[in-house]
């Protein structure tokens, strides 16, 4: 499968602060690939380096078989990006941010109007063609700037947070559209706060934290293989953890719960033992997630 972009020991500095710290990984064409981690962990600074708007320190990088420091406009003729922050044009209309945007790569008139009602069409704003930017709904908002990623046909298309602020019916909505595309062909990287949007979408990912990636894989992979199967929640009041201590059960604190992983063959067996011998007030059993892989390996202190 074509590598749509390759990393390898990818660096970059800020006045002496390390942002990202020697990372590797590889996009391929046709999957939708994500980016995980709090706040400060590198994700930002990367997609920058993807999209051409901040050159590395050391390491290569290529997007599309180029190099971004050799071609930078080549690569940005063959992107669509979604920024996390809304940046329509307000005096324009929906169909006019989409139609005026088109001409910046050089799309003849008449296509740029065909492609602008077509977008329009695909994200569901057909009857807001003629309304302004400002009188749109977040969620409007956010599908519009998607339709505009699309103007110019892009191989890769880069989305950095694409349903923050939305509510749920918006949200899954835009999970639609990018299932479509992926199911078209379409390459896509993203970063989300989001976990449960990454463990739907996202084929593979990596988790980062402080510049570096901590682990790489599929979403149900690094679900088994760091948080197990199933999640037994217990009271974490100081008896039920002597308890547990005494029983010589792994478990880790969070907050005013204790949590011990266990597979699908031993979860009701751990939470029977843990009822019968600690006899706690609250107990549940649940599946593991990916949240539970990203607060493991990246700790649960607040980053702001």
């Not at 005096?91 to 910046?104: E, I, K, P, R, S």
């Not at 293989?225 to 604190?253: M, N, Q, R, Y």
């Amino acid at each position: 499968m074509t590598a749509i972009i390759e990393a390898h020991d990818l660096k970059k500095n800020y006045n002496g602060t390390v942002a990202v710290d020697g990372i590797r990984f590889t996009v391929k064409q046709g999957e939708i690939f994500g980016f995980l981690g709090p706040n400060g962990a590198g994700k930002t600074t990367t997609m920058k380096m993807i999209t051409c708007v901040s050159p590395r320190s050391s390491g290569s990088l290529t997007i599309l078989g180029m190099d971004p420091d050799d071609k930078p406009a080549e690569i940005k003729q063959s992107l669509g990006v979604v920024p996390q922050e809304t940046n329509l044009d307000p005096d324009f209309t929906c169909f006019g941010n989409l139609y005026y945007y088109a001409l910046y790569f050089d799309i003849t008139k008449d296509e740029a109007t065909q492609r602008a009602e077509e977008l329009l069409e695909f994200v569901q704003l057909t009857e807001k063609r003629d309304v302004s930017v400002d009188k749109l709904s977040g969620g409007m908002k956010r599908r519009l700037i998607l339709a505009r990623a699309l103007v110019n046909r892009p191989d890769l298309l880069v989305l950095d947070e694409p349903t923050i602020g939305l509510d749920p019916q918006a949200r899954h909505l835009i999970w639609e559209k990018l299932r479509s595309l992926q199911a078209k062909g379409n390459t896509i990287v993203m970063t989300t706060h989001y976990l449960d949007e990454a463990a739907r979408l996202c084929d593979r990912l990596v988790i980062m934290d402080n510049g570096k990636i901590l682990v790489e894989g599929a979403p149900a992979d690094l679900v088994r293989d760091h948080a197990g199967h199933e999640i037994v929640e217990v009271e974490g009041s100081d008896d039920v953890v002597t308890c547990l201590s005494e029983l010589g059960v792994p478990f880790e604190k969070t907050g005013d719960m204790v949590q011990v992983a266990a597979t699908s063959e031993t979860a009701r067996e751990v939470a029977r033992t843990i009822l019968e011998r600690c006899r706690p007030e609250r107990m549940i059993t649940r599946p593991a997630t990916l949240e539970d892989v990203f607060l493991k390996l990246t700790g649960r202190n607040l980053r702001e």
